[in-house]
């Protein structure tokens, strides 16, 4: 710069400025400018940042304790009275429960308080009796101590959702119910313990008895028909446009296409499904089969667009030089191309089968959005995914669903988060640069 | 029930690829053998694998078509069969009536419950059923056995040393490729012709004109076409206007945060601070949208709610702003890393030169670096609202369903998306314009994200071909 005399030139010329001046002037305008800008840009990362922040609070603080389960213990007398060995199905379980709670508190009398004293274990727990009782017969005529779950409302009261000082009208546990939980509280007979059931069972209508297995094992049947599906053709798409075709318009609207796909919002995939696997080709509703075939086509294009990058990044010299000994252009590249590629390929595939887990839109237009108990044994069974169980009890008004839905959440978010890692992995495993 | 079991689909299969494994084996030994005569196996064309992979394939391929023809063409010529051999009064009931019917008696040859008694003809049907369908089995397990023993006898017979094994082998893989990478083509005919046909459909009913520029929206209404007023409950305006808003307020939020954060990742950030963030920021882009939706109608909707509550303002709890600002957070990724990536493009020369004249940091960014990398950026930015537009989960969770022309982002308004979900989720019939409405939307959608789709494409090429 420019400044070894300026004193002088100032005060020789004082109507026409020079030029440093005009720059010096305006410098601390324009460093504030610079440094307000740099601002910005670093609170838009923050701010981004923070929103990841909040959401991944949001969803932890609401779904931890989704993991614990209220339990109750009770003290139960197999009657052989209500129970028929030969056919349990068709026996008064429910009414056993009922009798041992009012064994418990043999004050309650008006049928009111009944009603309230039976509300307070999970309408599960008849359930849980047939069952004991399926398996070992031997059981009926003897008192045992048994945990059952509790209901919604008590595990709610337990984890503190629902507070005591809140007016009894505004509550869902009254007071009196209160008084029950507390003796059995004192007695030590209810506690939370690691819910089970949450990893076992499948949908319910109580949120005490709703499981994630069904919805898993759902996604587990879609996303491997997807893989299998989208795999080899993606990667067979990916080599023939890299490797073997030629260079004219038809190539170019393939490509074109493929790039068109890949941004096609899913719901139309959906629509997709909706018209041709299931009214034209009359696939079963709700099925894993149609749903790993929509998501299939949806994953292609990922695929394949991550596939041909793969193989641009094979040197051509590898090529030439596998030509030159006398192979094949079909040996060259099964021999020689596609194993250096294959890392790069599979580590696509990993990113395009995260991405069709937490795919929710298309499923619901192919009818995987029913609500189903049973777990799913097929491509053929009606079933429903993980994203969409939890599209489905996000809509239950029930506290206890809130919960559940965060703790699904989470599950699927560990899930993401192993399958991506997986693609890491073998990314900085195997990825050579040339 | 033994021979029903033995020549079951999935064992067929089976015992094919048994078959295509000895033939493999058989091809090999034969191409050896023969080689062996005249003395080396370079005397041969190929190398003795490709006798065995073609001699496999001859065994494989042909009996593979025929029974995937089969297993798409048997259960209509059964049906037809059958049908022919129901007594006339049930054959003469009108088409629903009929498919129930067969219902019955497909559910009666799988074991399943049946809806009401059983006739005795029906019963008699599903017992025909049952026999063509053991037939069946047999005749296509012999088809399908004695074409592939037919197929690798012959093609063993001709191996010689002059066979090209190889040529044959690599053009029965070309045309597999060739198959595989056609499928885009048929991916997007379907698409359009599943939509545009469900939407003609719609538009024989409704005219296109009133669909498009109709102002009220009330399709669960109109329950029959010749209803007085059911064609003013199909004017998608005020769906479109909610689309736009909720679109409009999402990129409001992500392109001012994205744009900003790619430049100070890419800009000023140190190389351990951008090693952090780049991924993290990417993460929101990994989050599913059903999570999202969540996260919208159980925090922000509330928390939005509540805020408009203390300035006493009536917020909805279904508001397009809370839909339109998780949706903006979903978006901020695709805009930072498709910008961060043009902001890198642009050559340091051009960074240097304006230092160098004394301007600024940010001077050069505003001045030179972005008005370079603009058609980048707007393509990224085009491809981002083509992905708002599109979609569903969060406003499904988060928007309302009624549909209100307004400009108060506040209030509810519903989205092209919720609209197809909510009218085809459920068993709807196929006929209503209720349902075939939901293809026109569709049909609307795929147009507009193709055209902002192509634009965007296009515009971030040709930049690109501008510094490479």
């Known amino acids: 710069m420019n400044n070894t005399e300026p004193e002088q030139t100032d005060a020789a010329q004082p109507e026409s400025p020079r030029t440093i001046d005009i720059v010096n002037k305006g410098l601390a305008k324009r460093y504030g400018r610079e440094k307000r800008f740099k601002m910005y840009g670093f609170f838009a990362v923050a701010i981004s940042l923070s929103f990841l922040a909040l959401l991944f609070l949001t969803i932890f603080s609401n779904g ?64 849980q009796l047939q069952r004991m009782i399926e398996q070992q017969p031997e059981l009926v005529g003897s008192t045992m101590t048994i945990e059952v779950p509790a209901d919604d409302d008590v595990d709610m009261f337990m984890k503190g959702n629902i507070s005591r000082d809140v007016p ?190 937490g795919e929710t839109a298309p499923l619901l237009m192919i009818g995987m959005v029913a609500f189903i108990v049973d777990i799913p044994k097929g491509f053929t069974d009606p079933a429903t995914a993980l994203p969409v169980q939890i599209f489905l009890w996000a809509d239950s008004p029930e506290r206890g669903f809130v919960e559940r839905t965060s703790a699904a959440i989470i599950v699927l978010l560990v899930l993401l988060v192993v399958i991506n890692s997986l693609a890491v992995i073998l990314r900085n495993r195997f990825e050579r640069r040339w | 029930m033994l021979k029903q079991r033995l020549m079951s689909p999935l064992v067929l299969i089976l015992i094919l690829l048994c078959l295509t494994g000895v033939s493999y084996q058989l091809g090999r030994t034969r191409a050896l053998s023969v080689a062996k ?94 026999n063509l369908q053991a037939t069946g089995n047999v005749a296509l397990g012999v ?109 409001f939020v992500a392109v001012p945060l994205g744009l900003m954060s790619a430049i100070y990742l890419s800009e000023y950030a140190g190389k351990s601070f951008r090693s952090v963030a780049k991924p993290l920021l990417e993460i929101l882009a990994g989050i599913p949208t059903v999570v999202y939706g969540f996260f919208a109608a159980l925090t922000v909707a509330p928390f939005i709610r509540n805020m408009g509550g ?35 493009a642009v050559p340091q020369a051009m960074r240097d030169g304006a230092l160098a004249l004394g301007a600024t940091k940010s001077e050069t960014i505003k001045q030179v670096v972005i008005p370079a990398a603009l058609p980048g950026i707007v393509g990224g930015v085009l491809l981002a609202a083509s992905r708002a537009i599109g979609e569903t989960m969060i406003v499904v969770m988060a928007a309302g369903l009624a549909a209100n022309l307004t400009a108060n982002p506040l209030q509810a308004v519903t989205t092209v998306t919720v609209q197809i979900v909510t009218l085809l989720v459920g ?42």
Request: neutral net charge; glycine residues 6%.
């Open chain 1, 64 to 127: 931890y304790s989704a993991f614990y389960q209220t339990y109750v213990k009770l003290e139960v007398f197999f009657d052989p009275a209500d129970i028929d060995v030969d056919d349990p199905a068709n026996s008064n379980f429910p009414g056993l429960v009922k009798k041992t709670l009012r064994s418990e508190f043999p004050d309650v009398k008006k049928r009111k308080e009944k009603k309230k004293l039976y509300s307070l274990v999970s309408s599960g727990a008849a359930f």
């Open chain 1, 168 to 357: 009894e009208n505004e509550r869902r546990i009254s007071d009196r119910q209160l008084d029950w939980i507390d003796k059995w509280l004192k007695e030590g007979r209810i506690a939370k313990r690691f819910n089970t059931t949450f990893f076992t069972s499948g949908d319910s209508r109580e949120p005490e008895l709703a499981g994630i297995l069904g919805a898993l094992t759902g996604s587990i049947f879609t996303l491997a028909l997807t893989l299998l599906l989208s795999f080899p053709v993606g990667v067979a798409a990916a080599m023939y446009l890299e490797e073997f075709a030629p260079r004219n318009r038809w190539i170019d609207l393939v490509e074109v296409n493929i790039n068109n796909l890949a941004a096609v919002p899913s719901i139309v995939f959906g629509l997709l499904g909706l018209a041709v696997f299931i009214n034209f080709f009359h696939l079963p509703r709700s099925a894993p089969l149609v749903g790993g075939l929509v998501l299939t086509l949806m994953t292609l294009p990922v695929i394949i667009i991550a596939s041909r990058a793969s193989l641009q990044s094979v040197p051509p010299s590898i090529r030439e030089a596998a030509l030159g000994v006398g192979a094949s252009k079909v040996q060259t590249v099964l021999h020689h191309v596609l194993p250096l590629a294959l890392p790069g390929m599979l580590t696509g595939t990993i990113i395009g089968i995260a991405r069709a887990l």
């Open chain 2, 37 to 130: 005569k005249l003395g080396a196996v370079k005397t041969l064309h190929s190398r003795p694998v490709y006798y065995g992979v073609l001699t496999a394939l001859w065994c494989g391929l042909p009996a593979l078509f025929v029974f995937v023809a089969w297993q798409v063409c048997e259960p209509v010529i059964m049906t037809k069969l059958v049908v022919a051999q129901l007594p006339e009064e049930i054959r003469t009931l009108p088409e629903n009536r009929l498919n129930l019917a067969l219902n019955d008696i497909k559910n009666l040859v799988s074991g399943n419950i049946v809806s009401s008694e059983i006739k005795p003809e029906i019963e008699e049907a599903a017992n025909l059923y049952k």
């Open chain 2, 143 to 251: 088809v399908i056995l004695s074409l592939a023993l037919i197929g690798a006898f012959f093609s063993r017979q001709r191996i010689t040393h002059v066979l090209r094994a190889r040529n044959h082998v690599e053009n029965v893989f070309t045309f597999f490729l060739i198959a595989c990478s056609t499928f885009a083509i048929f991916t997007t005919i379907g698409i359009v012709l599943s939509v545009l046909f469900e939407a003609i459909r719609f538009f024989k009913v409704i005219p296109i004109s009133d669909f498009l520029f109709g102002l009220e929206w009330s399709p669960q209404m109109a329950i029959r076409s010749d209803q007085v007023g059911s064609s003013g409950a199909f004017g998608a305006i005020p769906v479109f206007a909610g689309t736009a808003m909720i679109s409009g307020i999402a990129m």
């Open chain 2, 310 to 344: 203390t300035f006493g303002l009536d917020v909805s709890s279904e508001s397009a702003l809370a839909a339109g600002l998780v949706m903006g957070i979903m978006i901020i990724p695709f805009i930072s890393s498709l910008s961060d990536d043009v902001i890198n």
């Open chain 2, 427 to 468: 068993d709807q019939e196929f006929d209503s314009p209720k349902t075939l409405v939901a293809f026109a939307l569709g049909l609307v959608l795929f147009i507009v994200t193709l055209m902002l789709n192509i634009i965007a494409l296009y515009v971030v090429r040709k930049y690109r071909e501008q510094y490479e």
